[in-house]
């Protein structure tokens, strides 16, 4: 299995422009997180989908932060207008709910910097 | 609702020495309690999970941990530390309340003297 896939790898955009960040979850997975990183908040959980629905959005920062999963094998996180507060490690991860203990597959993260 | 606890962001040992790395948590349900850990410029990935079977978990690299609901602890451990398991360790704690959420705990860096 090739795990959960993340693009791109690093991001570098202007203050002001959209950003995207893409997810494919592990086949067969039907829960996937949305997460960011950084030093001063940590890991803060961003949107949370079930069955390709949104469960919980309760983490998105704000309104120019917007995530979609229109199947069960894609995620996007985007971010309209970027802002340099939004530099950070964004992490995608899915599990498959309903096995027995629900750990979550980490994707190796979307550096984003923002100047 | 639930709620992780990590005690130290920071922790250094020696090689060959021990490894304890200590979680506490809160939670209304029985939890699914998990460490994850994480090498630089990576993702988390698991080291170990309790999901209400055997209270002493054995997970991979040699560590374990031990669910102990009187003290509602998670404390991670490892007899002997090598250089290779320096790196971010992370406490999460899941619970089913109307969805289903894990909460990570603020991670404990780890550095192993020579």
């Known amino acids: 299995d090739a795990g959960v896939i993340q693009s791109p790898r690093h991001e570098v955009t202007e203050m002001g422009q959209e950003v995207t960040l893409r997810c494919k979850p592990i086949?067969?997975?039907?829960?996937l997180f949305w997460y960011r990183q950084t030093m001063m908040r940590g890991l803060e959980l961003l949107i949370y989908?079930?069955?390709?629905?949104?469960?919980?959005d309760s983490g998105m920062p704000e309104d120019r932060f917007s995530a979609k999963m229109p199947n069960a094998s894609f995620s996007t996180l985007k971010i309209q207008p970027s802002e340099p507060r939004d530099s950070a490690v964004y992490f995608c991860?899915?599990?498959?709910?309903?096995?027995?203990?629900?750990?979550?597959?980490f994707g190796p993260g979307t550096r984003l910097t923002v100047t | 609702a639930q709620s992780v606890t990590q005690l130290g962001s920071h922790v250094s040992v020696s090689e060959g020495a021990l490894v304890l790395l200590r979680c506490n948590y809160s939670?209304?349900?029985?939890?699914?309690l998990f460490w994850y850990v994480q090498y630089p410029n990576q993702g988390l990935q698991l080291l170990l999970k309790?999901?209400?079977?055997?209270?002493l978990v054995k997970g991979i690299n040699g560590f374990e941990a031990e669910f102990k609901k009187s003290e509602t602890s998670f404390h991670l451990t490892k007899p002997s530390a090598h250089m290779s398991d320096a790196a971010e360790y992370f406490c999460?704690?899941?619970?089913?309340?109307?969805?289903?959420?894990?909460?990570f705990g603020a991670g404990t860096r780890l550095f192993v003297k020579a």
């Open positions: 991860a899915s599990s498959l709910e309903g096995s027995k203990g629900y750990e979550q597959y």
């Open positions: 086949s067969g997975h039907n829960s």
């Open positions: 989908f079930n069955n390709n629905v949104p469960i919980d």
């Open positions: 939670s209304s349900v029985p939890p699914y």
């Open positions: 309790y999901t209400s079977a055997a209270t």
């Open positions: 999460a704690v899941s619970e089913r309340t109307g969805g289903f959420k894990t909460i």
